[in-house]
């Protein structure tokens, strides 16, 4: 597992030099860096009341649901199918997450597979960590979504609405918010649990293509990463999800949680979602680096690394 384990470290990570089209825009993302300061003092000033503390836990958890489920697994991947409805339900779940839409989230994502941990690659962490963390998504050049990678699903006007609408869609979260848990239900059950939600969504960009494990042959640097899988529902196994993207299932083994599958799996027994893909066992038994293969993904972010400092030195 020597090839497995190996770990570059954060600091020597940053082997390319973004474009010049590429960096954040403070000005625009002033109201990002705001809704944190406001999810902080408005819970120091309102507390956290019983009902607000169970919000927080429904809107951190209820709705990553919607992105691994929904924006990730079904609108990127296609990994299983579904009806029209429970499509647009996915959306509509998707929006309340204050993560834009699912064309601007699922077709970002597309490209983040085909050019991965490459200078194509959206928010490769070879790009700098805090870049593929958040940076990316301040930076004015990815502001729109893709559509020409997301024909499939641009072409439903009800996703177009949502996609059009999705800050309000947002900003009625909030009020429901408000609603049921007062000011506490606002800042703590909304605000503070959306900054979550946000961070915790984040993390597989970041950490989860730095800290973790390798088991197969990808030629990228995604990471097994236990602790992710169990904070975003089963989406840290994402050295298995590059391996196999179009796969429903990304915890590959019994021990491997993910909470996103059995719930789809769920779903299936009464046909709301159909067609799961998962992998084969010849495919979940093949292209190991523990048997001896190259670690493609790792070799070739060593080499890019070490191009870049030679070009510098
Ligand atoms: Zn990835
Ligand atoms: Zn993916």
Sequence with gaps: ???ASSTLTT?????????TDEKVNWVSSLPF????????????????TPIALAMFVVMVWGRIWFITAGYHRYFAHRSYRTNRA?????????????QKGPLWWAGHHREHHRNSDTEGDVHSPLKGFWWSHVGWILCDKFAEPPLERIKDFAKYPELRFVEKWNGTFAWLTAVLCFLIG??????FGFFMSTVVLWHNTFLVNSFAH?????????????????LIA??????????????????????????EIDLTYQTLRVLSWFNIVRDLKVPSAEMLASNRIADGNLDVGM???????????????
């Design 210 to 226: 730095v800290f973790g494990r390798r088991r197969y042959v990808t030629d990228d640097t995604s990471r097994n990463n236990f």
């Design 86 to 98: 429970f499509q647009l339900f996915l959306a509509v779940g998707g929006v309340m997450c204050v």
């Design 230 to 255: 169990l904070t975003t529902l089963g989406e840290g196994w994402h050295n298995n999800h590059h391996y196999y993207q179009a796969s429903a299932r990304n915890g590959f083994f019994w021990w």
């Design 299 to 313: 070799a070739r972010a060593e080499r890019v690394r070490a191009e870049a400092a030679s070009v510098k030195a």
């Design 182 to 187: 007062g000011w506490s239900g606002l800042f």
């Design 33 to 48: 860096l705001a809704f944190h300061v406001v999810a902080v003092v408005g819970t120091i000033v309102f507390g956290i």
């Design 11 to 19: 600091s020597s990570r940053t082997a390319f030099e973004r474009p």
């Design 1 to 3: 597992m020597d090839h």
